[in-house]
Structure formats: structure tokens, C-alpha cells
T-cell receptor
Framework: GEEVAQTPKHLVRGEGQKAKLYCAPI?????VFWYQQVLKNEFKFLIS????????ETGMPKERFSAKCLPNSPCSLEIQATKLEDSAVYFC??????????????FGDGTRLSIL | QQPVQSPQAVILREGEDAVINCSSS?????VHWYRQKHGEAPVFLMI?????EQKGHDKISASFNEKKQQSSLYLTASQLSYSGTYFC??????????FGTGTSLTVIP
């Protein structure tokens, strides 16, 4: 598609439950990025993929967060045993090439995750 | 490692100009600028790849001073539609993108 599609738009979970977010990148884009944005509005990098392969996962809280990008499927970000502090807007972005060069990141509309 | 932006917030009257700075403690390879309106996704504005490069789009332009490890975004004759939070972004290591701390810009009539 021509846009990054994120689903769902809103997700409400009780503390301790699992949350799964999806992202379909723009067709032809090789890189996918996940970011977490909390109240301060600052973006925290979580993980990036080059096609199906993890490119960088240094931002991921590894105990409870996991992510995948499988062929012919939307990418996913899963949070096990959610905590109140996981409440945030999660953005996915895709890039034709890596943004260290001359390619911009195109963002989806985000998924607002609320942990009660 | 996150680039630091200044000011944190600015309020302008329509028609006034503003400058937003993005400073890094490490060498910048390239600088991206994005604008995010409240409740929406960030939107790409421009990329500067080389030291000394300047770009413009409508009445928004930017410069990149590689030696000073700094980029500046210039908004001239601001319009109400310019309101939002502006983020710079850069890559230091070749595999992780860092967004700046953000600058909230509010344009009032």
C-alpha cells in the first residue's frame, strides 16, 4: 500500500494481559521501525527490521517485548504481562532504505495502548 | 546520545518568524526534520545530508552546520497550520535512528 497501516488504533488491556500491535509497511520499503511515545512526547526507539531480519533491537525491553516481521504478513509488536508504564502510543515507520542516508521515514497513525 | 532541541516550546503570532535548533554532542551524519500535530503521526519535512547544506520548502527551511554538530529549522511568516511539535532526527552509528527532544510550536492569530 501507499501508507503505513497500523492496527488497532486503540487497545485497552488490564495489567498483566498480553497486547499485540500490527504494522503493514509501505510496499517496497525494506526497513521497519517501532517507536514508543509517552506523555513527554519523546520518541523511544524500540527495534528495527530489514525485511524479516532484526536490524537493531537495542531499545527493546527484552523480558516482555518481542517483535516479528514475517514475509507476506504485517509486522507485529507483542508485549507480554503488560504494566501500567507500557501505556503509550506505539508508532511504526517504514523506509525505502535506511534513514541514515537520504530516505525519510513514513509513519503510521500509531496504536494508543492503555493499560488499566 | 539523543539530540537536544531548543527552545522546548515557543508561542508565535501569525506572521512571526521562529528558529528551532538541534544540537548533538556527537558528529551528525545527516539530519531529518519532522512535524507532529497533536494526536497525529509525524510528517517528514526534509533531510539534510551534507554540512553546509540548506533546504527550503514553502516558508520552512533548514541548515546543517556539520562542524558545530547542529542543524536549525527556520519558519518564516508563520501560519496557524505550522503549529505542532517539531523533531529533528539523526543517525550516529549506522543502525539506530535518534529523534531529538522536540520543540512545541504554537501559532496564535
Amino acid at each position: 500500500g501507499e501508507e503505513v497501516a497500523q492496527t488497532p488504533k486503540h487497545l485497552v488491556r488490564g495489567e498483566g494481559q498480553k497486547a499485540k500491535l500490527y504494522c503493514a509497511p509501505i510496499k517496497g520499503h525494506s526497513y521497519v521501525f517501532w517507536y514508543q511515545q509517552v506523555l513527554k512526547n519523546e520518541f523511544k526507539f524500540l527495534i528495527s527490521f530489514q525485511n524479516e531480519n532484526v536490524f537493531d533491537e537495542t531499545g527493546m525491553p527484552k523480558e516482555r517485548f518481542s517483535a516479528k516481521c514475517l514475509p507476506n504478513s504485517p509486522c507485529s509488536l507483542e508485549i507480554q504481562a503488560t504494566k501500567l508504564e507500557d501505556s503509550a502510543v506505539y508508532f511504526c515507520a517504514s523506509s525505502q532504505n535506511y534513514p541514515g542516508g537520504n530516505q525519510p521515514q513514513h509513519f503510521g497513525d500509531g496504536t494508543r495502548l492503555s493499560i488499566l | 546520545q539523543q539530540p537536544v532541541q531548543s527552545p522546548q516550546a515557543v508561542i508565535l503570532r501569525e506572521g512571526e518568524d521562529a528558529v528551532i535548533n538541534c544540537s548533538s554532542s556527537k558528529a551528525l551524519y545527516s539530519v531529518h526534520w519532522y512535524r507532529q500535530k497533536h494526536g497525529e503521526a509525524p510528517v517528514f519535512l526534509m533531510i539534510l545530508l551534507k554540512g553546509g547544506e540548506q533546504k527550503g520548502h514553502d516558508k520552512i527551511s533548514a541548515s546543517f552546520n556539520e562542524k558545530k554538530q547542529q542543524s536549525s529549522l527556520y519558519l518564516t511568516a508563520s501560519q496557524l497550520s505550522y503549529s505542532g511539535t517539531y523533531f529533528c532526527g539523526t543517525d550516529y552509528t549506522g543502525n539506530q535512528f535518534y529523534f531529538g527532544t522536540g520543540t512545541s510550536l504554537t501559532v496564535i492569530p
